[in-house]
């Protein structure tokens, strides 16, 4: 069975950045979609990236659009997530996520497993 642990977390001030790292044991992500997703305290979980398996399509969340950037590493078998810009509002547990075999299909609905994540907080 597909384990998928984060890393990268952590403090960060308004304005920083951070890139997590998603790694998978069980399974080889780099033929699958994958996202990330996050949650707050009190607060549902949300959608903030996909990328397809070959890394050709991304898509990203209003929130997130322009300051946060969605990748892979096929060959390493590893997912990124550059967050730039960092706000107060991104602090939540951040988790990443595997979807279908060969997909293209990256919306909030497609992925089907979340690791345990990692957490992120930014000071303002």
């Known amino acids: 069975q597909v384990q998928l642990v984060e890393s990268g977390g952590g403090l960060v001030q308004a304005g920083g950045s951070l890139r997590l790292s998603c790694a998978a044991s069980?399974?080889?992500?780099?033929?699958?979609?994958n996202g990330w997703f996050r949650q707050a305290p009190g607060k549902e979980r949300e959608f903030i990236a996909g990328?397809?398996?070959?890394?050709?399509?991304?898509n990203y969340a209003d929130s997130v659009k322009g300051r946060f950037t969605i990748s892979r590493d096929n060959a390493e078998n590893l997912v990124f997530l550059q967050m730039n810009g960092l706000k107060p509002e991104d602090t939540a547990v951040y988790h990443c996520?595997?979807?279908?075999?060969?997909?293209?299909?990256?919306?909030?609905?497609?992925?089907?497993?979340w690791g345990q994540g990692t957490q992120v907080t930014v000071s303002s």
């Open positions: 069980g399974r080889t992500l780099s033929t699958y979609s």
């Open positions: 996520a595997v979807g279908r075999r060969y997909s293209t299909a990256i919306g909030p609905s497609d992925f089907s497993y």
């Open positions: 990328i397809s398996w070959s890394g050709g399509l991304t």
